[in-house]
């Protein structure tokens, strides 16, 4: 089985589904070969289902023609953008992500008093987002697909870092306590991400 092998200090190995990454094994550093290979085949009935699962939803999901009329993602409704060929498309979606997420994050940012750097947007194919040593918070534009409930945990998750620059337990500690429902939107976003796309 194909996967991608993450190691951290960790104490555990544990799996997850990634729509783009596929499977992703994220293990301790000192764990051998031998046991993430017997892991896989403890959990191979549960990978094959959920990589079913989302082989199923992308077939689902229809390739845009870029027509007039033709709806699309936006904060999570379908919506007719006042443009539609791909390059005006990705131009409207890139200004109103860049203010939207500004916007969001600047209120955010005040509540829970994690206040970032700059707020900017990219190109990502496998990210949604990153805070930099310097607390610059980069945010794939894709994300403005997303329903607002979701960008919010991803602004949460990024400016929990301005804290705490890894995936430690104080780092989740925190997240929780800015953004209680974060196990929820996170599964949406790792379940449904073919979907915020062109």
Same mark, same amino acid.
């Given at each position: 089985?194909? %996967?991608?092998?993450? *190691? ?9 589904? +990634? #729509? !783009? @990454? ?77 203010? %939207?997420?500004?916007? *969001? ?9 994690? +206040? #970032? !750097? @700059? ?80």
């Amino acid at each position: 089985m194909k %996967y991608t092998l993450h *190691r951290s200090a960790r104490r555990t190995i544990s799996v997850q589904i +990634h #729509p !783009e @990454k596929g499977v992703v094994i994220r293990a301790p550093r000192l764990v051998s070969a031998r046991r993430i290979e017997k892991f896989l085949k403890e959990k191979e009935d549960w990978i094959q289902n959920h990589l079913q699962k989302i082989e199923k939803k992308r077939s689902q999901t229809k390739p845009s023609t870029f027509e007039p009329g033709e709806t699309h993602l936006y904060l999570g409704k379908e919506t007719v953008p006042p443009v539609h060929t791909k390059t005006f498309l990705t131009k409207w979606y890139k200004e109103k992500a860049l203010h %939207y997420l500004t916007e *969001r994050t600047n209120q955010i940012a005040e509540q829970t008093n994690l +206040h #970032p !750097e @700059k707020t900017q947007i990219r190109t990502y194919r496998s990210r949604w987002g990153t805070c930099s040593a310097h607390n610059t918070i980069t945010y794939n534009w894709r994300i403005i697909m997303a329903p607002p409930e979701v960008i919010d945990y991803l602004i949460c998750h990024e400016l929990a870092h301005i804290k705490h620059k890894n995936h430690g337990k104080n780092f989740y500690k925190l997240l929780a306590e800015i953004h209680p429902q974060y196990k929820t939107t996170r599964k949406w976003l790792r379940e449904n991400s073919h979907m915020l796309s062109l």
